[in-house]
């Protein structure tokens, strides 16, 4: 029987960063510098080790996933719908927020700091489903934990993950929509507004609570947040260089 030539258009869609070459042994992974075989070996461990259910083996993976984002080494898309490199990240994105159903305190401060890492980070891209899991969490945090400086920390996280997208959407529609412009403007706009506000406020002002816990979370995702709109300042410069 001859193959059918449109065969290929049947074919799930694939993330943006998804390469042609089939062999997963030199196909690149989420993970810096490592194949998809080994990114998935590494990433597996951890995704299996918090179905376990024991707080500190949770503790230590959120913390490594935590690391992992912050430093730089995982990247891509995250998509359930799209290729092996995207549905492997997307399953590690929701294993970290299942996590907040074990009910502890440390575990649940821990899933809210890799969430912001992954939302906030200039190399992870979460689509879909994933991101609707990563919103409906913090949400669910902030309903049903016990802790008040988790609730509040949870309530603030969304406000957070909204702000970071519409800033985000801000530049690229900036860099697209005015052609031969430049798209650096609205970021400037958008960065030295956050910047002067984070920098002329007062410390215990930060929070409606001094407590040391929710202050480092909070001060921790400023300096996230400015990281952030930094990476996309140089990503839209460098698009209006090209188009000038």
């Not at 969490?137 to 969304?158: F, G, H, M, P, R």
């Not at 956050?194 to 007062?202: A, K």
Request: charged share 20%.
């Amino acid at each position: 029987m001859n193959p059918n030539p449109n065969s290929q258009s049947s074919t799930p869609p694939t993330s943006p960063s998804a390469q042609s070459d089939p062999d997963s042994t030199t196909h690149p992974g989420v993970l810096l510098d490592l194949s998809f075989n080994d990114s998935e070996l590494i990433l597996s461990a951890l995704i299996n080790a918090v179905v376990l259910g024991h707080l500190k083996i949770t503790e230590a993976v959120l913390d490594a996933v935590q690391k992992l984002i912050a430093h730089g080494y995982l990247r891509g898309e995250a998509n359930p719908t799209w290729a092996p490199d995207a549905k492997l990240l997307s399953k590690l994105i929701g294993s970290v927020c299942k996590c907040h159903d074990l009910g502890d305190d440390a575990v649940e401060l821990l899933v809210i700091k890799s969430i912001l890492s992954a939302v906030t980070s200039v190399l992870i891209r979460i689509h879909g489903d994933s991101l609707l899991q990563v919103v409906r969490t913090c949400y669910d945090i902030c309903l049903e934990s016990k802790n008040v400086v988790n609730q509040t920390t949870a309530k603030a996280s969304l406000g957070f993950i909204t702000k970071v997208l519409q800033d985000i959407d801000r530049v690229f529609n900036a860099g697209t929509l005015r052609v031969g412009a430049t798209p650096t403007g609205a970021c400037d706009e958008a960065f030295e507004t956050t910047t002067s506000t984070v920098e002329s406020t007062n410390p215990a002002d930060l929070l409606d609570s001094t407590d040391k816990d929710m202050l480092d979370v909070k001060y921790w995702g400023i300096s996230m947040y400015k990281t952030t709109l930094e990476g996309q300042k140089r990503r839209a410069g460098g698009q209006g260089g090209r188009k000038g």
